[in-house]
């Protein structure tokens, strides 16, 4: 069974920066997309970020570009949401999901349990 556990989350100021991780582990093969996903107080969980198994291809979301930066690495079953410039609206619970398919919805098999972060003003 794949076990995703996320890290790295936290209280900065805003214009801070954080770097989430996402380790996976019980898979048998590396050939799985993962995202980022966060859920502020009363809103719905949202898409943020999402990168490819070969690391070719990235997508985030409009609010997050040229800030965040998602990676991987494979030697590791780890990807990474680097986050510069964080604003108070960034405040959530982000989510990494892994799926052999699934790209920018919420449709991925696999969830972690979420890390906090929050961003004071």
């Known amino acids: 069974q794949v076990q995703l556990v996320e890290s790295g989350g936290g209280l900065v100021q805003a214009g801070g920066s954080l770097r989430l991780s996402c380790a996976a582990s019980g898979r048998t093969s590396g050939h799985y997309n993962t995202g980022w996903f966060r859920q502020a107080p009363g809103k719905e969980r949202e898409f943020v970020a999402c990168i490819t198994w070969r690391s070719d291809a990235a997508s985030y979301t409009n609010s997050v570009k040229g800030r965040f930066t998602i990676s991987r690495d494979d030697a590791k079953d780890t990807v990474y949401l680097q986050m510069d410039s964080l604003k108070p609206e960034d405040t959530a619970v982000y989510y990494c999901?892994?799926?052999?398919?699934?790209?920018?919805?919420?449709?991925?098999?696999?969830w972690g349990q979420g890390t906090q972060v929050t961003v004071s003003s």
């Open positions: 999901a892994s799926d052999r398919t699934a790209w920018v919805t919420l449709d991925y098999k696999d």
